[in-house]
């Protein structure tokens, strides 16, 4: 008789015993180049976690990371390679998928020990939105470029004024999620902004970027890597840390959200209405049960967009939520990138945001909060395919 | 009737609109060229369809139609940008880029300019036609479509 099929999910499976980040810094000031960026992430996960490198025998990355895992394989002298996935889509979409790709290798048995990481290194291969020096282009960018709609700023406005519009969305808002993360970066010393912090009165006389968006509202861009290491859940004990388990993962968008130029049936979106459910359905859990959340802000506007539809609010609450002290550790009502994000950390294209979840799980962030027994991790607002996390510890099992 | 204009609504310089390697958004371009709108409709299904795609998104009949639609629709969100992100437009100021849906076609949506004072309140809703932008000189020669409120 064939065994009865077990549940087809990740929750509670697999752990995170190790991150590991290198210094944060500023787009170009980095003094490694960006391979070598990723091996130091790498090593300071597996010393975080008591773990020889060499037993590492997967990788998994996303937003086409240029530091090829058969080269880190190599490099590193692991004994085998059974893992090496590549989430498809850009910025930072894929920053909680990977971590799903990676779990998903561990459950189905293709592999036992992957690492996850980001390496960025923009001042050797250039920076994001950089649109000199192309001649002609085609696809998506074409009914876009030359209406001087450009960079990722310009291409994501438009959106977010929409939704603004939709729902009566104030500036306030997203003026809230800027200063949020101002504030907890600077109570952390790894924040390229530690030491300049933003209130109200700077964030309005700073300079528009594209209307909506103020500069406060916009991500850094940086150089650094960030990696963690993921073992089966029965593993976990065997490390130095308080391990961290995936209660959930979900990865995806809705109908047609790829339709370009800007004809997304749902255009004023996030692009997690799919891919919120899917991630409560996993982890068995709601958004009361989340004590902490880290939410990729590529733009202030696309976090309101996200935490709506994870259900923390209604859209049309979005201005009487997001206020800073509800968004501040230790015991706003939701504290919001207790590292400072891609806002305030740094622009590790999100991933520093699941290495930030995993600390507030273990209660050793600078910026701890009170629950934190389950922590979300919201991936890449605004663009397909997105991702998110639950992470949990394991008196959520 | 729709206008013609041969002045750029943004400086020279910026990325040059062409088809692809396989030609799919091809009859787009040489119909702004022409100074006229083409949207993909199927012809089994009738349903619109915009950026184009190979095949019908509903009926999966390939090689929709290209279907001559009248430009004109209404604001369905905008932006002022201000920081330059090309060296075109260094000391340029602000300007206005929108989205424009067109009722009459599905309520596909397209990105343009909207002309007139850059640093104009903006209204979503308002009804808009469109302007053809010939780039006759330019290498390769192309057209954009442009937009000015009704």
Known sequence: ?397 | MSDTVNSSYLPAGLPIPVAEHDSLSAPYWEGLRRGRLLVQRCSHCNIWQFGPEWICHRCHAFDPDWTEVGPCGRIFSWERVWHPSHTALKEHGPYLAVLVEIPHAGSVRMVGNLLGDPRQAVTIGADVEGVFEHHPVSDPPYSLLQWRLC
């Open chain 1, 1 to 397: 008789m064939a065994p009865a099929r077990t549940e087809r999910t990740l929750r509670g499976r697999v752990a995170i015993i190790g991150i590991g980040e290198t210094d944060y810094y500023r787009h170009g000031a980095s003094p490694d180049p960006e391979f070598k960026l990723a091996l130091k992430a790498i090593l300071t996960a597996c010393e975080d976690a008591g773990l020889d490198p060499r037993e590492i025998d997967g990788f998994a990355s996303y937003s086409d990371d240029r530091s090829d895992a058969s080269r880190l394989a190599a490099a590193l002298g692991t004994r085998g390679l059974r893992a090496a996935t590549m989430q498809w889509g850009g910025g930072g979409g894929g920053c909680c998928a990977a971590v799903a790709n990676a779990a998903a290798s561990i459950v189905a048995g293709l592999a036992d020990c992957v690492v996850v990481f980001r390496s960025l290194a923009q001042g050797q291969y250039g920076r994001f939105g950089q649109t000199t020096g192309i001649e002609t282009i085609s696809g998506e960018k074409a009914y876009l470029m030359p209406y001087g709609v450009l960079a990722p700023p310009q291409r994501f406005a438009m959106r977010v004024r929409r939704y603004m519009h939709e729902h009566g969305v104030r500036q306030e808002a997203l003026r809230a999620i800027a200063l949020a993360s101002y504030h907890h970066a600077q109570s952390n010393p790894r924040a390229v902004m530690c030491g300049k912090a933003l209130d109200a009165e700077k964030y309005d006389v700073s300079r528009w970027i594209a209307e909506p968006f103020h500069l406060y509202d916009c991500c850094m861009e940086n150089d650094g890597a960030a990696a963690i290491v993921l073992v089966p859940a029965e593993r976990a004990a065997d490390f130095r840390n308080k391990p961290a388990y995936l209660l959930g993962a979900a990865v995806g968008s809705g109908y047609r959200t790829g339709a370009m130029p800007h004809n997304s049936p749902l255009y004023a979106s996030a692009s997690f209405d799919t891919v919120a459910p899917d991630l409560y359905r996993m982890a068995g859990l709601g958004p009361s049960d989340v004590g902490v959340v880290q939410s990729y802000e590529n733009f202030t506007g696309g976090v309101v967009m996200a935490l709506a539809e994870h259900g923390f609010f209604k859209p049309e609450d979005a201005n009487e939520f997001l206020t800073p002290e509800n968004l501040i550790a230790p015991s706003g009502r939701l504290p919001l990138n207790t590292s400072g994000g891609n806002l305030a950390e740094c622009y590790m294209h999100g991933f520093e945001l699941v290495l930030e979840a995993v600390r507030q799980v273990r209660g050793t962030s600078v910026n701890q909060v009170r629950r934190n027994d389950v922590a979300m991790v919201i991936g890449g607002p605004m663009v397909t395919p997105v991702s998110n996390l639950l992470l949990g510890s394991e008196a959520t099992l």
